[in-house]
């Protein structure tokens, strides 16, 4: 197999046309569920080792499969968690994606640039749920019952509660991750956030 060295990224990436075995097979699921002609390059970090890729693969398409919070909310706490997190990279793609499914373009330019949520352009319902996936960035311990209570009082039900921070915490790997390998550093370093606006029907970014 030839390894691609994707400019700043620190571990090397097997190319689309060199990978054969499990490495191919899992290339081929990830198109498959994206429906991106590509695999992104978050994945193709691991790509030398198709047992972390399968592992991220899970958990990232997990989350991204049907759920019961809304593809464009969960989209929209990837962004903001990425944002949180210092992870320019992910901010792009999410931000991409938000906007294939619904984002305004005032939503995607405010979670680019805000340092807080209530700077972002929500009602009262979506900013404490936001609110909350902003202490599970910076604090989960922090996190009280009370707090929990009042983003359920807003309108949220457990279920839908469990898997924004569901989310909010694979994105906190997920960016350890993109940071750590060296794509972190833009929000137009991502092939997913440069791609046309002719919509996304998979599950990935």
């Known amino acids: 197999m030839t390894e691609q060295q994707v400019p ?3 571990v090397p990436l097997i190319d689309e046309a060199d990978a054969t075995g499990r490495t191919a097979e899992l290339y081929d699921l990830i198109k498959s569920r994206t429906g991106l002609p590509f695999v992104p390059d978050m994945f193709r970090l691991v790509s030398t080792r ?4 399968e592992v991220l693969i899970t958990g990232y398409t997990g989350v991204f499969s049907d759920g019961v919070l809304p593809r464009a909310t969960r989209e929209m706490i ?3 968690s990425s944002k949180v997190n210092g992870c320019p990279y992910c901010v792009g793609t999410h931000n ?3 906007s294939q499914f619904g984002g305004s373009e005032e939503l995607t330019h405010a979670i680019a640039t805000a340092d807080k949520p209530g700077e972002l352009p929500l009602d009262e ?3 404490a749920l936001m609110e909350l ?3 599970v960035c910076t604090g989960a311990y922090r996190i009280t019952d009370e707090e929990w209570d009042r983003v359920a009082a807003a309108g949220w039900n457990n279920d839908e509660m469990l898997e924004a921070v569901f989310t909010a915490g694979l994105f906190a790997f997920i960016n ?3 940071d750590g390998y060296g794509l972190g550093s ?3 370093r991502s092939r997913v956030a440069s791609q046309s606006d002719s919509g996304a029907d998979g599950t990935a970014g």
Request: hydrophobic share 55%; glycine share 0%; charged share 15%.
């Open 8 to 10: 700043a990224a620190r």
């Open 50 to 53: 198709p047992d972390l890729m």
């Open 78 to 80: 990837s962004a903001w």
């Open 125 to 127: 319902k979506h900013l």
């Open 176 to 178: 350890r991750l993109v």
């Open 133 to 135: 996936v902003t202490q």
């Open 96 to 98: 991409w994606f938000l």
């Open 186 to 188: 833009s929000m137009t």
